[in-house]
């Protein structure tokens, strides 16, 4: 009977309640007397349940840092507990306890280490809890800006609270400057999902996601709703500064990668790193594309969140670059393939300033991937080129840079094809990529920075425009550092795996590639090629009669003995500017540039899955950037002097017979 009496009741009150437990009996009626000052009286200890009534939680909570913020609705009383529970599990739940409560609304403040992102909003009375809602909390400086017609995103731009005027912002399509106040206003579409800053020089962001900095906000979904997006900077002295060009790390938990990744690269790195910052100088990081392998994201559970973790432990900020690898396998669509990249490292294409030098990141991958699906890799196919949104952005944003200003553009494909050893300009990889280098006209001094290919080639123009395609990581995908291989670590055109290493002082850039493992003056290596001779009996001895075949098509030329007292030196950081001399007995010798392939590569890589039988997928390549003399006899000692665009020399004393093996220099 007294169960009836009690749903009898509920069913009366349904107007002022949304949740009533079948434990407690009934003892205070919906309306309640109010104080002469509009609050609740405090709750007794008979209250002990949920009354909540025309609570209203938004889409998106838009609040001041540690302030006191409003929870509208009817039926708080004063201790109730709010929780905030995360959707993105990447941050604690936080609760607090309800500090005001009025008729249709209730007040709570902020603890000091809330932060941003998606919550699940809770409230508790004893044992009695009731969902509120889901919000998206964004801390904003000022709640006073006023909407403007036509705009669908605005903020301010701050420096410790003060606006920060002229700095570039954008969201990917329109692009527009802060007021002298420092505030912003967008007509974002918000395709996208994100605004972001292009930070100024001598600035730095003062949220970071461990070492990215986080100089994008995501939007809400609704064109409808009015986002506000601030950004904090923090003055820094970045005039003087190293930039890393990170190209194809290709990190999938395979070949022992995470291992060689951090014991090798990341310890050689932050040695760089330690050793800038002891001039005074800062330090930053640009990945040219291709953290990952999208071909094991799902089978290794290796994927753009395990790479976040792993580039955590370079000392240095890190702005990325996306690359074809890094695109969801299950998606037939470039669009939707890189939503896992923006989900997790924001924009694919965006610009910045470090100093007096602007750069600019672009996505030149148009991913195809025919017949990806959920759960079914495609065939991962793509087109070398800018689609039409970018170059319509890149326009914008060149439109506020001073053409004096150096420029800096990392995207990962290759620009152009490789170069001949004879010097001709080559025509490009990129299917537009005369329309991007047109966009630079007038522009002083442009380097494309790209990846991609894994081997060391340079390109120039102009005087005004040079491409640098920048060996890998990785080198040959890991595999000659992997456990039981060669023990040494080669790309396949014979470079070190290794980095780029740029050195701005304010206008002035200088370049070099960094050999990880190495001092930085190792810059090339010789071969006597009359101890160069690949064979089976002694590098590949295991191989089966069947793959036989595979030791003479794969060693190339260095399958034949080579008596004719030729030395061969690979120059990875070859440009037109530098000079490669050799003199035996204080004879200079005629210095010839050719294109060959680099036996050391062939021994480390292509001979040892040759001796697994395996078909090697990852061939030798033939470059360009490798240079020839004839000594006079097999035993004379050369003297080597390879000089870069700078003047900076490097020598080698080479005594012959010069030994050919896994370790050699």
Same mark, same amino acid.
């Given at each position: 009977?007294?169960?009836?009496?009690? %749903?009898?009741?509920?069913?009366?009150?349904?107007?002022?309640?949304?949740?009533?437990?079948?434990?407690?009996?009934?003892?205070?009626?919906?309306?309640?007397?109010?104080?002469?000052?509009?609050?609740?009286?405090?709750?007794?200890?008979?209250?002990?349940?949920?009354?909540?009534?025309?609570?209203?939680?938004?889409?998106?909570?838009?609040?001041?840092?540690?302030?006191?913020?409003?929870?509208?609705?009817?039926?708080?009383?004063?201790?109730?507990?709010?929780?905030?529970?995360?959707?993105?599990?990447?941050?604690?739940?936080?609760?607090?306890?309800?500090?005001? +409560?009025?008729?249709?609304?209730?007040?709570?403040?902020?603890?000091?280490?809330?932060?941003?992102?998606?919550?699940?909003?809770?409230?508790?009375?004893?044992? +009695?809890?009731?969902?509120?809602?889901?919000?998206?909390?964004?801390?904003?400086?000022?709640?006073?800006?006023?909407?403007?017609?036509?705009?669908?995103?605005?903020?301010?731009?701050?420096?410790?609270?003060?606006?920060?005027?002229?700095?570039?912002?954008?969201?990917?399509?329109?692009?527009?400057?802060?007021?002298?106040?420092?505030?912003?206003?967008?007509?974002?579409?918000?395709?996208?999902?994100?605004?972001?800053?292009? %930070?100024?020089?001598?600035? &730095?962001?003062?949220?970071?996601?461990?070492?990215?900095?986080?100089?994008?906000?995501?939007?809400?979904?609704?064109?409808?709703?009015?986002?506000?997006?601030?950004?904090?900077?923090?003055?820094? /002295?970045?005039?003087?500064?190293?930039?890393?060009?990170?190209?194809?790390?290709?990190?999938?938990?395979?070949?022992?990668?995470?291992?060689?990744?951090?014991?090798?690269?990341?310890?050689?790195?932050?040695?760089?790193?330690?050793?800038?910052?002891? &001039?005074?100088?800062?330090?930053?990081?640009?990945?040219?594309?291709?953290?990952?392998?999208?071909?094991?994201?799902?089978?290794?559970?290796?994927?753009?969140?395990?790479?976040?973790?792993?580039?955590?432990?370079? /000392?240095?900020?890190?702005?990325?670059?996306?690359?074809?690898?890094?695109?969801?396998?299950?998606?037939?669509?470039?669009?939707?393939?890189?939503?896992?990249?923006?989900?997790?490292?924001?924009?694919?294409?965006?610009?910045? /300033?470090?100093?007096?030098?602007?750069?600019?990141?672009?996505?030149?991958?148009?991913?195809?991937?025919?017949?990806?699906?959920?759960?079914?890799?495609?065939?991962?196919?793509?087109?070398?080129?800018?689609?039409?949104?970018? %170059?319509?952005?890149?326009?914008?944003?060149?439109?506020?840079?001073?053409?004096?200003?150096?420029?800096?553009?990392?995207?990962? %494909?290759?620009?152009?094809?490789?170069?001949?050893?004879?010097?001709?300009?080559?025509?490009?990889?990129?299917?537009?990529?005369?329309?991007?280098?047109?966009?630079?006209?007038?522009?002083?001094?442009?380097?494309?920075?790209?990846?991609?290919?894994?081997?060391?080639?340079?390109?120039?123009?102009?005087?005004?425009?040079?491409?640098?395609?920048?060996?890998?990581?990785?080198?040959?995908?890991?595999?000659?550092?992997?456990?039981?291989?060669?023990?040494?670590?080669?790309?396949?055109?014979?470079?070190?795996?290794?980095?780029?290493?740029?050195?701005?002082?304010?206008?002035?850039?200088?370049?070099?590639?960094?050999?990880?493992?190495?001092?930085?003056?190792?810059?090339?290596?010789?071969?006597?090629?009359?101890?160069?001779?690949?064979?089976?009996?002694?590098?590949?001895?295991?191989?089966?009669?069947?793959?036989?075949?595979?030791?003479?098509?794969?060693?190339?030329?260095?399958?034949?003995?080579?008596?004719?007292?030729?030395?061969?030196?690979?120059?990875?950081?070859?440009?037109?500017?530098?000079?490669?001399?050799?003199?035996?007995?204080?004879?200079?010798?005629?210095?010839?540039?050719?294109?060959?392939?680099?036996?050391?590569?062939?021994?480390?890589?292509?001979?040892?899955?040759?001796?697994?039988?395996?078909?090697?997928?990852?061939?030798?390549?033939?470059?360009?950037?490798?240079?020839?003399?004839?000594?006079?006899?097999?035993?004379?000692?050369?003297?080597?002097?390879?000089?870069?665009?700078?003047?900076?020399?490097?020598?080698?004393?080479?005594?012959?017979?010069?030994?050919?093996?896994?370790?050699?220099?």
């Amino acid at each position: 009977m007294l169960l009836k009496e009690t %749903i009898h009741l509920f069913q009366q009150r349904s107007a002022c309640y949304l949740f009533l437990s079948l434990l407690f009996f009934i003892f205070s009626a919906c309306g309640k007397e109010l104080s002469s000052a509009g609050e609740l009286p405090p709750p007794t200890a008979e209250s002990n349940k949920l009354d909540l009534g025309d609570v209203r939680i938004p889409l998106v909570w838009d609040v001041v840092k540690e302030s006191t913020t409003q929870i509208l609705g009817r039926g708080f009383q004063i201790n109730d507990e709010i929780t905030f529970a995360p959707l993105d599990g990447l941050t604690k739940s936080f609760s607090m306890r309800i500090s005001e +409560a009025q008729e249709t609304q209730a007040l709570l403040k902020l603890p000091a280490d809330f932060v941003e992102g998606r919550y699940t909003i809770t409230a508790s009375r004893g044992n +009695a809890q009731q969902t509120l809602g889901t919000s998206s909390f964004n801390f904003v400086l000022r709640a006073d800006i006023p909407d403007m017609d036509g705009k669908t995103v605005k903020g301010i731009i701050h420096v410790a609270g003060k606006g920060l005027g002229n700095v570039v912002v954008s969201d990917g399509y329109d692009v527009t400057r802060t007021n002298e106040e420092g505030v912003y206003y967008l007509s974002s579409n918000k395709r996208t999902g994100y605004v972001f800053v292009s %930070i100024p020089g001598n600035y &730095e962001m003062v949220s970071t996601n461990q070492n990215l900095p986080l100089f994008y906000r995501y939007l809400n979904a609704n064109p409808a709703v009015i986002d506000t997006r601030d950004f904090e900077l923090k003055p820094v /002295n970045n005039e003087n500064h190293v930039m890393l060009g990170l190209a194809d790390m290709h990190l999938a938990n395979r070949n022992d990668d995470l291992a060689q990744f951090q014991n090798g690269f990341i310890a050689d790195a932050n040695q760089q790193i330690a050793n800038v910052q002891s &001039e005074g100088k800062k330090v930053y990081a640009l990945t040219l594309g291709d953290l990952t392998w999208e071909t094991y994201w799902y089978s290794n559970s290796f994927m753009l969140p395990e790479y976040v973790k792993e580039i955590a432990t370079l /000392n240095a900020p890190v702005f990325n670059t996306i690359g074809n690898h890094d695109n969801d396998p299950y998606f037939a669509s470039d669009w939707l393939s890189e939503n896992a990249y923006r989900r997790i490292l924001g924009p694919t294409y965006y610009s910045f /300033n470090i100093g007096q030098v602007h750069y600019i990141v672009l996505d030149n991958i148009e991913y195809i991937n025919s017949g990806g699906a959920n759960g079914s890799i495609g065939s991962r196919n793509y087109n070398a080129k800018l689609v039409e949104q970018q %170059i319509d952005w890149l326009k914008k944003d060149l439109a506020t840079v001073d053409p004096a200003t150096p420029i800096i553009l990392a995207t990962h %494909i290759q620009l152009h094809n490789a170069p001949a050893s004879n010097g001709s300009l080559p025509g490009f990889r990129m299917s537009n990529g005369q329309q991007l280098v047109d966009l630079f006209a007038g522009f002083s001094q442009v380097h494309v920075l790209t990846g991609h290919t894994h081997i060391n080639n340079n390109v120039v123009r102009d005087n005004s425009f040079m491409e640098h395609n920048t060996a890998a990581i990785c080198a040959t995908w890991w595999w000659t550092g992997r456990n039981g291989y060669a023990n040494n670590h080669i790309a396949p055109d014979g470079s070190p795996g290794g980095y780029a290493v740029w050195d701005a002082t304010g206008k002035v850039l200088k370049w070099r590639y960094k050999a990880i493992g190495y001092e930085d003056n190792y810059q090339f290596r010789s071969y006597d090629l009359n101890t160069v001779h690949i064979t089976s009996a002694k590098y590949a001895p295991d191989v089966n009669v069947e793959n036989q075949r595979l030791v003479t098509q794969y060693a190339f030329d260095f399958a034949q003995e080579n008596k004719a007292n030729e030395v061969l030196i690979n120059v990875w950081g070859y440009d037109p500017k530098w000079t490669i001399a050799v003199t035996e007995q204080g004879v200079s010798l005629p210095v010839q540039r050719v294109s060959s392939y680099d036996p050391l590569h062939i021994i480390s890589y292509a001979m040892k899955r040759i001796n697994v039988n395996a078909v090697p997928t990852f061939d030798s390549s033939n470059t360009s950037h490798m240079f020839k003399v004839k000594a006079s006899s097999a035993s004379s000692t050369l003297q080597i002097r390879v000089t870069d665009r700078f003047g900076n020399s490097y020598t080698e004393q080479m005594e012959r017979p010069k030994a050919f093996h896994y370790a050699m220099r």
